[in-house]
């Protein structure tokens, strides 16, 4: 008989408010203004429908805030309400934890998107939009790489933690593509009157832009090309030029080649330019300093074959000097060894290749009023050297001490 007065209670309220909102109570108070539906009773509960995950599942086209109980998600069944772009959300002691973005790998057209593995996850889902429903099934895998994008362009994509509980909330996951790499700068050749300009290939692009100006419109377009010839110049002169990578999705930024042509005293390969031969394109370098001040030439009595004065020869003749004579510390030796400035192409200069730096000692600079050794064997017991302080060359016994000046041909 009290439940049919509720009731009767019930009807008679709905319909007196007009259907605005519904108390149901024992009290016949009246329900808050801001409820669709008030509830009030202090030994009961509210109890939404029941039913297992598959069954919630299976509930087609669910509405924004639909509530069920789960009586199989966690240890004890769980609350779940719905929420469309997350899926269902489960209130439960599972603690369905999102997975934390990890740090993605991005390149020109693709993306692998990574994010940290979560301790007790049954799996995860990844999508490009914020959906858990049409999002794909990516397993335990907790990496996806996705191929096909436009390059230089920022992505969002979601990934979603799930457990036999329940789904956790989205975690973002943004990462743009990388531009199109600009070419790195290669080694120049420089001549007297002439430059060649050389860059790196850059992976992905379809060819290059050159110019003698920052300017992309107006470059010349090279192809596939990563060098680029240019005649007409003034010796001694530094110039700057533009080279861009190109594909087809954009241009890359600009890339600054700097290089002068030759002269003597040019700070080039390592050290300094002393000597330009007829092609004006190759010569010898010297080593900015002085290696040692009192080296022998050594193997006194001893014929080291095939040395020879010329211009060209250094190379050579420090080569047969070191084979020849085991002795350390020798002046051959000590240019033969020596690594500098990222060269190891050293050599003790043939008596006209030091004749030539004697010329240019000025230009050069750090040399001594003193004499200097030679990689020309004279006989046996003599070698070439010259002296710095008057220009004369000429033969000394191989015991004797001298100055040392390495250099090397370009």
Known sequence: MKYLLLLFSLLFRLAGAGAQNVGINADNSDPHPSAGLDVKFENKGFLPPRMSLQQRDAIASPADGLMVFCTNSGTNGALCIFYSGIGWITFSLCNAIAPVAGTHIPEANQITWNWNAVTGA?????????????????????????????CNTAYTRFVWSYFSCGTSAPSTLVQSTEALPAPIAGINVPAITELKWNWNPVTGATGYKWNTTDDYNSATDMGTETSKTETGLTGGNTYTRYVWSYNACGVSVKTTLSQSTLYIGLSYQGGIVFYIDDTEQHGLIAAPSDHWDDAQWGCSGTTIVGTSTAIGSGQTNTTAIVNGCNTARIAARICNDLVLNGYSDWFLPSNDELNQLYLQKSVVGGFFNYYYWSSSEYNAGNAWGQDFSNSIQNPASKTNAYYVRAVRAF
Do not use: Q, R
């Open 122 to 150: 049954a799996g995860y889902k990844w999508n490009t939009i914020n959906d858990y429903n049409s999002a794909t099934e990516m397993g335990i895998e907790s990496t996806k790489t996705e191929t096909g994008l436009p």
